[in-house]
C-alpha cells in the first residue's frame, strides 16, 4: 500500500457494532489509527487505506479478536458498493458481476485489484491488497470474505468453494474461518482468494435485472472520480430498495448513518425531498421497464416498490395525467398492453 492509496469509508461498515461487542471504543481507535471520526458515518468519504488497515489490526489486538477482518465481512451487503453494487448484483451471469467488479473496484479501493484465473475447470479468484507496508491480515481476511459474500449472492447461502486460501498464517483457532467458508480453509499459500469451479462463474443469474442494470450505469457516470452529493447517494439507496417493497425516508437515512431529520435537511440544501426523489427514481426506471416492453406492468409495479396495482395506477394518473396502460407502445407484445 502506498501512503496516497485511497479507500470508501463505507469499508468500515459495521465496524462501530462489532467494535463495541468486543468492549472497545470504536471512535478513539479510530483517532489512534489516524483517521477522521465522521469515517465510521460518512460512507463516501475517501480515507488512507493504510490508516484503515492499521486500525483493522488495533482492533483485533484490543478486541482479542483474530478473525476481526473476517466477522466484518459477514455483514457485508452489495449496498456497501453503491451503484457498483446494483450494477454487479444484476449482472447476468458470475463471471459478468467479477468482470464488473474488477473494472470498477479500483474507484473504491486503490490498493485492490481482482483477477481470475482459469486452469482446467477449476478458477481462482484472486484479491490482491498492495500491502508493502504491511503485513494487513485483517484487512486481507475483510477482502476475501467479501468476495465470498459476492459469490454466495449469485451462488446461494448454501454454496461453498473448492477451496478458499490464505497467504498468512493460521490463526489458533478457525472457528469463524470454518463457519463462513466451510472446512475448505488453508494457509501458507501463495495468494489470497477463492478457487472454484469453473462452471459456477457462467450459470444465469435468475435475478438479474437488465433494465436496472443500465439504469445503474447511469448511476456510475453521472459523477466518475468525485465524491457523490447526499442526492447521489439517495437515489442509490432508492434503487436499491425499491423492488424490496420498503423504501422509506428513515430506512435510507439509517444505510447512510444519519437521522430521518439530517437526511431531510441535507436534501433541502440541494433543494430537494425524498418524495421529489423517489418519485423521480420511479419515473426514470418506469420510462426504462416500458421501453424495455419484457414485464406486465403488475411486475413493474412491484419492481417499483408499490403495495398493489390499483396503488401504482393512481400514482401513474396523478403523475402523468393519464392511465399507465395507455403508454405502453404497440410494439409491445400483447399481454403487456
Known amino acids: 500500500m502506498t501512503t496516497t492509496a485511497l479507500v470508501r469509508s463505507a469499508s468500515l461498515t459495521g465496524f462501530a457494532t462489532l467494535a463495541a461487542e468486543c468492549g472497545i471504543d470504536a471512535r478513539a481507535l479510530a483517532a489512534q489509527a489516524g483517521l477522521p471520526r465522521n469515517c465510521l458515518d460518512e460512507p463516501d468519504l475517501m480515507i488512507p487505506v493504510l490508516a484503515v488497515g492499521r486500525l483493522l489490526e488495533l482492533a483485533a489486538a484490543r478486541g482479542r479478536e483474530p478473525a476481526f477482518g473476517l466477522r466484518l465481512a459477514e455483514a457485508r451487503r452489495l449496498s456497501n458498493l453503491g451503484p457498483l453494487g446494483l450494477l454487479v448484483r444484476d449482472a447476468p451471469t458470475l463471471r459478468h458481476a467479477l468482470e464488473t467488479l474488477i473494472t470498477h473496484i479500483h474507484a473504491h479501493n486503490e490498493a485492490l485489484s481482482v483477477r481470475i484465473e482459469q486452469v482446467g475447470n477449476l478458477v481462482s479468484i484472486r484479491a490482491m491488497l498492495d500491502a508493502t507496508n504491511g503485513p494487513y491480515r485483517q484487512a ?3 477482502v476475501v470474505g467479501v468476495t465470498f459474500r459476492l459469490l454466495s449472492v449469485f451462488l446461494g447461502a448454501a454454496w461453498r468453494p473448492r477451496l478458499v486460501c490464505f497467504a498468512h498464517r493460521a490463526p489458533a483457532s478457525l472457528a469463524v474461518h470454518r463457519r463462513v467458508f466451510g472446512g475448505a480453509v488453508e494457509f501458507g499459500h501463495e495468494f489470497n482468494g477463492i478457487v472454484c469451479n469453473a462452471a459456477d462463474l457462467d450459470a444465469p ?3 438479474a435485472d437488465p433494465v436496472m442494470a443500465r439504469y445503474t450505469r447511469r448511476l456510475l457516470e453521472q459523477a466518475p ?8 447517494r439517495v ?9 424490496l417493497g420498503h423504501c422509506r425516508a428513515d430506512t435510507v437515512a439509517q444505510h447512510l448513518g444519519i437521522d430521518r431529520r439530517t437526511l431531510a435537511r441535507h436534501l433541502a440544501a440541494e433543494g430537494l425531498s425524498f418524495s421529489l426523489l423517489m418519485n423521480k427514481v420511479r419515473s426514470e ?3 426504462i421497464y416500458l421501453d424495455d416492453g419484457a414485464r406486465a406492468l403488475s411486475e413493474v409495479s412491484d419492481l417499483l416498490g408499490f403495495a398493489a396495482p390499483s ?3 393512481r400514482w401513474h394518473r396523478a403523475r402523468f395525467g393519464v392511465a399507465a396502460r395507455s403508454r405502453v407502445g404497440a410494439h409491445a407484445p400483447k399481454w403487456l398492453r
Open 225 to 232: 472520480g468525485s465524491r457523490p452529493t447526499v442526492s447521489v
Open 285 to 287: 426506471l418506469l420510462a
Open 311 to 313: 396503488a401504482f395506477s
Open 205 to 207: 443469474n435468475p435475478g
Open 235 to 243: 437515489r442509490e439507496f432508492i434503487a436499491v430498495l425499491l423492488p
Open 140 to 142: 486481507t481476511e475483510l
